[in-house]
């Protein structure tokens, strides 16, 4: 530390010049000094107000990147609830068709069981008790409403398909009176 009474009662005029340079260059180093750190302030609070706007703007990106996460995730939670949902449907299908093939496939026994045994299953209806009479009233109804030879040729050509005697449900009897009824609309 500087003792300054000794020195400004010292009456060298050579020290107090001295002195005077000391003080006007320390006083110059002082206000260097001072703007240095001034400049260094301003440069800190311009650095502070930067980071405090890319805070805010990275709090805000954050948040922004949260909430497309979070909406994200909604949506595969919901795309997934709907494949869930999908997939059950199919499974469901799959099960009926599997067990459609099934019964269809011992429908299909059952009927190859009964055609090799001479198709004694299969029923056709009893038409036994019906006479020759009734035979034509059923022909006759057949060819109703018949009004030009093309549609009773069209009808008789169905209709002997249907009931030929060789066909499952074929009547022999009743093939006859079709035949019969045929004829006798055609003249």
């Known amino acids: 530390m500087i003792d300054w009474e000794t020195i400004v009662q010292t009456e060298n005029e050579e020290e107090l010049k001295k002195l005077k340079l000391f003080?006007?260059?320390?006083?110059?180093?002082?206000?260097?000094?001072?703007?240095?750190l001034d400049h260094?302030?301003?440069?800190?609070?311009?650095?502070?107000?930067?980071?405090?706007?890319?805070?805010?703007?990275?709090?805000?990106?954050l948040n922004e990147l949260n909430r497309r996460?979070?909406?994200?995730?909604?949506?595969?939670?919901?795309?997934?609830?709907?494949?869930?949902?999908?997939?059950?449907?199919?499974?469901?299908?799959?099960r009926t068709l599997e067990?459609?093939?099934?019964?269809?496939?011992?429908?299909?026994e059952e009927?190859?069981?009964s055609r090799r045994l001479g198709m004694s299953d299969i029923s056709s209806p009893d038409l036994s008790?019906?006479?020759?009479?009734d035979f034509d009233s059923i022909?006759?109804?057949?060819?109703?409403?018949?009004?030009?030879?093309?549609?009773?040729?069209?009808?008789y050509k169905d209709l002997v398909k249907i009931f030929h005697p060789d066909n499952l449900c074929g009547d022999e009897r009743l093939s006859r009176a079709i035949n019969k009824e045929y004829h006798r609309r055609k003249a």
């Open 23 to 36: 003080l006007f260059q320390e006083n110059m180093r002082l206000d260097a000094e001072k703007q240095k």
């Open 69 to 94: 996460t979070t909406q994200e995730r909604q949506r595969l939670r919901q795309e997934n609830m709907f494949f869930d949902k999908k997939m059950e449907i199919l499974k469901d299908g799959f």
């Open 99 to 108: 067990e459609d093939r099934r019964k269809l496939e011992r429908e299909k």
């Open 111 to 113: 009927f190859e069981a």
């Open 40 to 61: 260094e302030k301003s440069e800190l609070k311009n650095l502070q107000e930067s980071f405090m706007k890319d805070r805010v703007l990275l709090r805000d990106e």
């Open 139 to 155: 022909a006759s109804v057949l060819f109703a409403n018949i009004t030009n030879p093309s549609m009773l040729r069209k009808r």
């Open 129 to 133: 008790h019906l006479t020759e009479n």
